[in-house]
């Protein structure tokens, strides 16, 4: 599984990269983490505004930090 934090490296991104891989590690996935910081390709996810979380190349979240928990139900098939 791939996880992808969409945004310029700012500190909210790098919190939602943690919750992200606490998320993960909760869920005893097999996973890596892909930080995505040139704003063209994260344009290209569609998004126009940071910090976004993509799963598998799918956008489920933008301008917000969701929780673990949310994250977890984002995670799960």
Known sequence: MKIQILG???AKC???ARVAEA???ELQLDY????????????AF???VTPALA???????AGK?????DIKKMLQP
Do not use: F, H
């Not at 799963?55 to 979240?61: L, M, N, P, R, Y």
């Open 55 to 61: 799963i598998d190349g799918e956008v489920k979240t």
């Open 46 to 48: 569609g998004v126009m």
């Open 32 to 43: 890596e983490i892909e930080k995505v910081k040139e704003l063209n390709k994260i344009m």
């Open 23 to 25: 998320a993960a590690q």
């Open 14 to 16: 790098e919190n939602l």
């Open 8 to 10: 310029t490296g700012c």
């Open 65 to 69: 930090i969701p929780d673990v928990n």
